[in-house]
């Protein structure tokens, strides 16, 4: 059902958008990864090729809407559709608001709200032509505040909002729109190293299978809004 559908997930170098990629060609996609840096591309993709080119690396920062559109025409070129954007790149800083920088606030809501909105657009007249699927990694931080979240918390409530909307602006054009919203997951964000004591914690092939399972609902269902967490987290 899925093999040859083409897929493009924005920051597939580690992390979540790593465990979609491999989760999309187990599937027989075609997958496009992005990176900010060429090399961890490149990395990525010399790990999962397995000699069918069903992926490709870009260097794109979503902060340039410039970038993003190159990213989207690089792909068409390729493979001539884009049936699936991952909208996965995202960055944290976590400071109460006496600290919080104006350069930390201003990454966090470039990268992980204006950032989405660039991918969106740019990528949003193939999926239309696809009548493919859109799907934004917010975090349970789009709904839930915390003391040195105003940042994230405020990227991430933006971000749900921001899903939302578009979901009920193009479901008439037959392009789906979800927001994954995960708990904790086991990746490199914020500088942590994942290891055996992150056991607990969802992993990002669980987040992989997640997709597959939205992406091959029956086309009449939407589930629009999707919070995971982890089943059983250690007890305060
Ligand atoms: N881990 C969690 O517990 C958790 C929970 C809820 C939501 N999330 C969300 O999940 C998403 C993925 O995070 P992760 O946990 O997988 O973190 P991660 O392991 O640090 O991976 C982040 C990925 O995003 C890419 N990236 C960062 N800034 C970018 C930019 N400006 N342009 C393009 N790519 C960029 C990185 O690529 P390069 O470094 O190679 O550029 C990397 O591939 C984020 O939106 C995060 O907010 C994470």
Redesign the pocket.
Known sequence: MLKDKVAYI????????LGIAKAMLDQGMKVAI????QT?ADQTVKDLDDGAGNIIGIA????SMESEKSAVKQILDKWGKLDVVIA?????HFASIQDLTEQQWKEVID??LT?VFNTTKSSLEALKNSKGYLIT?A?LAGTNFFAKGSAYNASKFGLVGFSQAVMMDVRQDDVKVTTIM????S???NNHQPSETDAWKIQPEDIGKLVIDLITMPARSLPSKVEIRPSKPPKK
């Open positions: 924005t920051g597939g170098t580690k992390g979540i958008g992005t990176s900010r840096n961890a794109s920062d979503v902060r996965n790149a995202g960055v944290g990268i992980n950032g990694i975090s995960p708990g904790s997951v990746t490199y964000f």
